[in-house]
């Protein structure tokens, strides 16, 4: 089993543009977007992905994660089997320290969100906190990729 802890955080300003590695284009859809169990696939820029997410712990920063590549093809012959509330979005790879920020831009209904994400080993770990981290959101559900699908940021 594999567990994925992580932080949720929004974004304050642009500034992580300026140190970012690497820019890809996310489209991602959800055949199962139930609390319990979350199925995505996910086409990044010309690879496929099929994600199972289980529950989270009671604080949000830890659930079991399964992964998968698939090939493009597969990911968008799924992609039309998904739920309604397809995301797009630019992600952003920033490294800072020992760690790497992922920062999503979401396009669509949801322009205007920006979160970031940080994977740590453990739920305790330090990390330094860039000046363009803003507001923590780790757990609060309306953040998930799965409920922003349904309920689109632009009607919050």
Known sequence: MVLEIERK????????KFIARKKNYIKQGFLNSDKHRVVRVRIKDDLGF???KGPS?????TRFE?????TKSEAENLLSLCEEGIIEKYRFLVDIDAHTYE?????GDNLGLIVAE????SEDENFKKPNWLGKEVTGIVKYYNSNISKLPFNKW
């Open 9 to 16: 955080f929004l974004v304050a300003s642009d500034d992580y």
């Open 50 to 52: 099929l994600t199972i």
């Open 57 to 61: 712990n009671k604080s949000g920063t």
């Open 66 to 70: 399964w992964e998968k590549e698939i």
């Open 103 to 107: 920062i999503d831009e979401f396009l």
């Open 118 to 121: 940080i994977e740590l080993k």
